[in-house]
């Protein structure tokens, strides 16, 4: 019996009625990978690449970084694994990286920013990326994208060194997509300008609330003080759902809020249908999806995102413990 309940909770995620959720994992290291079979996660939708260099003295050679890529795919196997490029500055910091004192790191020269002034470290990686993908699919995402400008400027980039491959007659990615992740409110209300630039979207949600709340995500004083179910924060990630749903652009959501589960919930109840937390998550938030009725939820959420409260999580548990939930 204990076996069956195991199996059910290793196949798709799918709600109440019927709607199919895809839940992957976020990840960074190769050995966390053995969760993807362990939990039926559909993917690794946010794999971190920073580790290999924060560790690293020097600059790991193309060879290494290409070694770590090609490992963390075969561990995948068939599941689709989203590599997002270094996202360096801020709260992550490398040895070896270029460093400058900054008062406010956190709105410093960082991720992307570092990423396109000193092109020689992302072209690097892209390259080992692309040697990595061999004769396999490729997702890359690009972090801290605050500007459709920069969007266009690192997907040129990627293109560059695909065709640089290309040119040295490597064997090639079977498909390549590339994205962003969505990490500050600026670039939620520029995303028309750059969804023609994008092959899916996938909102940090820890920084983006970091951002739209302008309180230090490392600062616990501030960092619990304002609710991501406040209908302003809700109604930002509602839009952006919105507008990658009219262009037919996946998105997803891969910061800390979707895995918990009332936010989760409201997750789904927006129209989120993919969602990417760590792997420890993934059980207890496919439970929760089964017992959801995503359009009820959506729904409730129409009725209730203009209401002038601070937040909608106590409105939420209470009409959450009406549906027996
Ligand atoms: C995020 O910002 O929500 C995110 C997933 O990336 P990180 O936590 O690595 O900044
Ligand atoms: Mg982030």
Not at 93 to 109: I, K, R, Y
Not at 118 to 136: E, H, K, T, V
Not at 195 to 218: E, P
């Amino acid at each position: 019996e204990r076996r069956q309940a195991y199996a059910e909770l290793r196949g798709p995620s799918v709600t109440a009625d019927g709607q199919r959720i895809g839940l992957h994992m976020n990840a960074g290291l190769l050995i966390e990978l053995t969760a993807l079979e362990e939990t039926g996660a559909d993917g690794v939708g946010l794999f971190r690449t920073e580790f290999q260099f924060m560790v690293a003295e020097t600059l790991p050679r193309l060879s290494a970084q290409a070694a770590v890529y090609k490992s963390v795919l075969d561990a995948a196997g068939e599941k689709p694994v989203i590599f997002r490029t270094l996202d360096l500055g801020g709260d992550k910091v490398a040895p070896f990286a270029p460093s400058t004192v900054e008062a406010n790191p956190a709105l410093g020269w960082r991720a992307i920013r570092m990423g396109l002034d000193r092109p020689g470290l992302l072209r690097y990686q892209l390259r080992a990326l692309i040697l990595a993908a061999a004769g396999r699919p490729l997702n890359v995402m690009f972090p801290m994208i605050a500007a459709p400008w920069e969007a266009r400027a690192a997907r040129e980039m990627l293109d560059r060194e695909l065709n640089h491959a290309r040119h040295a007659g490597h064997e090639m990615p079977s498909d390549v997509r590339c994205g962003i992740m969505l990490e500050t409110p600026g670039m939620a209300w520029a995303l028309h300008h750059a969804i023609d630039t994008v092959d899916f979207v996938s909102v940090g949600a820890n920084d983006l609330m970091q951002y739209f709340y302008a309180a230090d995500r490392q600062n616990t004083r501030v960092s619990e003080r304002y609710d991501v179910l406040a209908p302003a924060a809700l109604d930002l990630l509602k839009h952006v759902r919105d507008l990658c749903a009219e262009h037919d652009t996946p998105i997803s959501v891969c910061g800390e809020i979707a895995a918990k589960p009332l936010e989760a919930a409201v997750l789904i109840g927006l129209g989120y249908q993919s969602l990417s937390m760590a792997s420890g998550n993934i059980g207890p938030i496919k439970k929760l999806v089964s017992g959801l009725d995503a359009g009820k939820l959506g729904t409730w959420l129409a009725s209730h995102l203009q209401l002038p409260v601070d937040s909608l999580r106590p409105l939420l548990i209470e009409a959450g413990e009406k549906a027996g939930l």
